[in-house]
């Protein structure tokens, strides 16, 4: 992961920070072992431990023994917390928030973000997103979950959600012309992060 600051929101220390962060404040009645941690936002458990010292000691996390394991969880009390955990929604959230949502789509297999979302969460420097645009790759998936998906994704994060589908066929066929052009891009596959809650 990124050591300097992301560019998605470049506030935060680090993408490794803003991650745990979003982790944390999307799952606000949860507690988390310091190695599901690493596991979920795909760092090391020294990166996470790092990251725990420096938010427990601005009281933005709350931290609790369970046995051996130190377990980490958003704190609620802290002034900040309420405008901070819709703030990590909107910029980062999209990857928990569009997974959580279109993992509810029947026959949707994989869910990707691409676009400048997808641009600016993988390091690529650049304007602001205005919009969450996701691929659903899969079979039978019925356009009214899709939109229905997009609408409850779009209510979260305040920002449009614009959904496109293919078939596994479309989406492997280079003459495909949207399909070809996503495959060049950034993406961010969100199909276990709904599932992985």
Sequence with gaps: MRTE???????FRSQAQAEILTWLFLHPDQEFSLTDLARRVGVSVTTVHRVAEQLVESKLAAE??????????ANLSHPAAESLGRLLEVTFGPRHVVGV???????AHTVLIF???AARYSGEAGHSPN???VM????????ADLYAAADRSQRRLGIPVNPVMRT????????DRLSAQVHTQPLVDVTMAGRDV
Excluded: C, Y
């Design 5 to 11: 600051a992301p560019p998605l929101l470049p506030i």
């Design 64 to 73: 609790t023994t369970l046995g051996r394991n130190r377990m980490l969880g």
């Design 101 to 107: 949502e279109f993992a509810k789509v029947p026959g």
């Design 115 to 117: 676009g400048s979302w």
């Design 131 to 133: 919009d969450i645009d």
């Design 136 to 143: 659903v790759i899969g079979e039978s998936v019925d356009r």
């Design 168 to 175: 596994h066929e479309q989406w492997e066929d280079p003459t």
